[in-house]
């Protein structure tokens, strides 16, 4: 089910290259069909949107059915499990008090002679959030998109997410939504709910950014409509990565292993890298009997089989340097002194230190977000975070006195690129209005 294998070693094995180079992709059918639906939306709206509803997740809607009355809202949220409901109100306080210490100010600084240069931070004014609910409803994706929105003060979000028999998406989403204070919610998916949100229907307003996971369709979907409107990054299918030494405790390892194999595209990667042969096969033997016990056994073996592996390398050092190749969504330091190793890791979307911080703790709860990069973009990216709401606008306020003493230099700049009409627009402000030789 999960294979161990060595690090460094010459040829390199097979299960690890495959690890290295996992890339789920989008298939060639997948993109042409998600290019059809958004062809469809962007010229029939309101009724090409019920259209494909009705095809795609046979359900019957008609366009003044797509947005989700304020009082089902009220309803769904009033019918949450009790339990849930204060576990949701304390995820959100945890989220919006994390993200509130990312928040940064418009600044502007005096530069001499009168002129003033600074960065305006502004909000983006209208987003889009998606939220799967087909399998299972995404309540903790809804939570990590809207709340951070919220924070930085996003004036406008709507929510979309796949119908149900009644053509409304799951309680458990309305409900949560509701609890945000959120008002705009449309029982609609998949590709064609982003392109709905990307050009804009009749009945559903054209949005400035993207955000959320979503299946192929989703996906492939944000891909082709970004430039039209903003997007937060492509959601890959997800991944971990446990450092371990030789005392960690193998039952945490294929418990939080596990936790991401279950997901069930079978792209999902599960390693372990550990310079202890005694806890690989001890990791393995835990991974094999925890999974019997799973009600997705056959979904965990899958992803397990294609791109699990119990890594052994020669010290810890290594599994450092292996493990930031891999660049990992998730990397758990299950070692003894977590904080010494934490400055080694250069490429990671979360680290979580320690047993006690399984990666579920911060999909659900801790406050971080779980929106992370995945497919080895760690390696440049970042997780959804504040700066993903907000964009800043460059202020220029020149003096007079200023321009004349450097306007030579920019109109020389000017010159230099072939472009007259710019040195003219800063000479006939000094006076010194000469033609283009």
Avoid at 190 to 210: L, N, P, R
Wanted: hydrophobic share 45%; aromatic share 4%; charged share 25%.
């Amino acid at each position: 089910m999960i294979e161990i294998v060595s690090y460094p070693s010459e040829p390199q094995a097979d299960k690890l290259r495959a690890i290295l180079g996992r890339r789920a992709g989008v298939p060639a059918e997948v993109e042409e069909t998600v290019r059809d639906i958004l062809r469809q939306v962007r010229e029939g709206g309101d009724r090409a949107l019920a259209e494909l509803t009705r095809k795609i997740e046979k359900v019957e809607l008609e366009p003044e059915q797509f947005r989700v009355p304020v009082e089902i809202l009220d309803a769904a949220a009033a019918a949450l499990d009790a339990e849930l409901r204060v576990a949701i109100e304390a995820a959100v306080d945890n989220i919006r008090a994390f993200h509130e210490r990312q928040k940064t100010n418009s600044w502007f600084m005096e530069d001499g002679d009168g002129v003033i240069l600074g960065k305006k931070v502004i909000p983006i004014q209208r987003v889009g959030i998606c939220v799967p609910g087909g399998q299972a409803p995404l309540i903790s994706s809804l939570l990590m998109a809207a709340v951070p929105a919220q924070v930085a003060g996003v004036e406008e979000i709507c929510v979309v997410s796949p119908p149900k028999e009644n053509g409304r998406p799951h309680p458990d989403i309305m409900g949560a939504a509701r609890l945000l204070g959120l008002e705009e919610v449309y029982g609609i998916g998949g590709a064609q709910a982003v392109g709905a949100m990307a050009f804009g229907t009749e009945s559903i307003d054209q949005v400035d950014k993207i955000v959320g996971p979503g299946s192929l369709y989703t996906v492939a979907a944000k891909q082709q409509v970004y430039g039209i409107v903003g997007i937060e990054m492509i959601p890959g299918p997800s991944e971990i990565v446990v450092l371990a030494d030789a005392e960690a405790d193998p039952r945490y390892i294929a418990a939080d292993l596990l936790s991401q194999a279950e997901h069930g595209t079978g792209f999902e990667a599960s390693v372990c890298i550990t310079p202890s042969a005694e806890l690989a096969q001890s990791v393995r033997q835990e991974v094999i009997r925890q999974a019997e016990a799973l009600p997705e056994t056959a979904v965990v073996e899958t992803a397990l089989r294609n791109f699990g592996a119990v890594v052994v390398v020669p010290d810890l050092e290594t599994g450092v340097e292996l493990l930031n190749r891999m660049a990992p969504e998730h990397a758990e330091l299950m070692v003894a002194e977590p904080w010494t190793w934490l400055e080694g890791i250069k490429n990671a979307g979360a680290v979580f230190m320690g047993p006690a911080s399984t990666e579920p703790v911060g999909d659900y709860f801790a406050g971080t977000n779980h929106i992370l990069p995945t497919n080895g973009t760690a390696r440049y990216a970042s997780s959804l975070g504040l700066g993903d709401f907000v964009k800043t606008t460059s202020i220029v306020a020149y003096s007079d006195r200023r321009l004349r003493r450097v306007g030579g230099q920019v109109a020389t700049l000017a010159r230099a690129e072939g472009v007259g009409a710019h040195a003219r627009a800063v000479e006939i402000r000094t006076g010194d209005d000469r033609r283009e030789s």
